[in-house]
């Protein structure tokens, strides 16, 4: 019985993951072939092999930016695999477009004509949701509420090469509330707490048993079962496999060997 319910429940769930996978052209923006042939095509496959052990990385060829931000939980090499990925797919989905963002499960790429690095956005946004509901909405809500604003301070003021937190509260019914909070790190504190609390609102009103909303400077999850690696999140972050920049955002962590 309960194997049954296992299943129907991750089958559920599942269904709505596969829709994880999101893109957004911009379509009623400019076009330009000429800029994606000249630009992204040289700059967006160099990406993932630039992005360093913090999961964060930025770069501009010509008039053409480009942003990258993996979970803060993922180890280097499956980061840089996810950046493969959406940077390719981004090129076929969004085609000559100017202006692109891509998120997937565990990692998003933007690019755009203008520079994006210090300023929060949280449009376009979108939210996905487990068709399954929880059982007492009043009290999940104010220990997810509880537990989402402690974690928004934990991310938005964690340093400037990570922001991100993640942590779990008991909630009604005997479940366990996961969730995780993360910002590019190129906000400043206040910025990354503001995009937080506006993405917070985003999340569905009825509380279904799991959530995630995308911005384009932050991003939201939660769950009932863990989905987080705590130890690799809490982990400093290896400074020295970040390739050399002159971008202004890097900022080192001062874990003394710098
Ligand atoms: C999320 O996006 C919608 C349009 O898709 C927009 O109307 C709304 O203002 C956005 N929310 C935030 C917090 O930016
Ligand atoms: C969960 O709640 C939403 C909104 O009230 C509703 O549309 C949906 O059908 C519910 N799902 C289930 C499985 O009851
Ligand atoms: C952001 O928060 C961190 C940790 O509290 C602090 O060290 C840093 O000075 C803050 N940055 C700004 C710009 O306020
Ligand atoms: C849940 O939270 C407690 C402390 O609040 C912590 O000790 C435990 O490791 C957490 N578990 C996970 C999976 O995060």
Same mark, same amino acid.
């Given at each position: 019985m309960a194997a049954?319910?296992?299943?129907?429940?991750?089958?559920?769930?599942?269904?709505?993951?596969?829709?994880?996978?999101?893109? $957004?052209?911009?379509? %009623?923006? *400019?076009?330009?072939?000429?800029?994606?042939? =000249?630009?992204?095509?040289?700059?967006? !496959? #160099?990406?993932? #092999? $630039?992005?360093?052990?913090?999961?964060f990385y930025a770069a501009s060829e010509g008039p053409a930016h480009a942003v990258v931000l993996c979970r803060g939980d993922l180890q280097l090499n499956e980061? *840089?695999?996810?950046?493969?990925?959406?940077?390719?797919?981004?090129?076929? /989905?969004?085609? $000559?477009?100017?202006r692109?963002?891509?998120?997937?499960? %565990?990692?998003? /790429?933007?690019?755009s004509d203008e520079p994006m690095l210090g300023t929060m956005a949280t449009m376009p946004n979108t939210t996905v949701w487990s068709e399954l509901n929880v059982t007492s909405p009043d009290r999940f809500k104010e220990v997810l509420g509880a537990l989402m604003d402690d974690l928004r301070g934990k991310a938005a003021y964690g340093g400037s090469s990570l922001k991100a937190a993640a942590g779990n509260r008991s909630g009604p019914d005997g479940q366990t509330i996961y969730a995780m909070?993360?910002?590019? !790190?190129?906000l400043s504190n206040e910025s990354c707490d503001s995009c937080l609390s506006q993405a917070a609102q985003?999340?569905?009103?009825?509380?279904?048993?799991?959530?995630?909303?995308?911005? !384009?400077?932050?991003?939201? *999850?939660?769950?009932?079962?863990?989905?987080? =690696?705590?130890? *690799?999140l809490e982990q400093p972050r290896d400074q020295t496999l970040k390739p050399s920049s002159s971008g202004t955002y890097h900022t080192l962590i001062s874990n003394g060997d710098t």
């Open positions: 049954i319910a296992f299943l129907i429940l991750t089958t559920l769930f599942a269904l709505v993951s596969c829709e994880m996978e999101f893109h $957004n052209c911009y379509l %009623n923006y *400019r076009s330009d072939s000429l800029y994606r042939m =000249n630009y992204l095509d040289t700059l967006l !496959p #160099s990406l993932s #092999s $630039n992005i360093g052990d913090d999961g980061c *840089r695999s996810c950046v493969g990925v959406v940077a390719s797919e981004i090129v076929q /989905l969004c085609g $000559n477009q100017m692109a963002i891509r998120w997937h499960m %565990n990692c998003m /790429l933007r690019y909070l993360q910002c590019t !790190p190129d985003l999340t569905p009103a009825w509380y279904p048993i799991g959530a995630r909303v995308y911005t !384009p400077s932050c991003i939201i *999850r939660y769950e009932i079962s863990p989905f987080y =690696n705590i130890a *690799r």
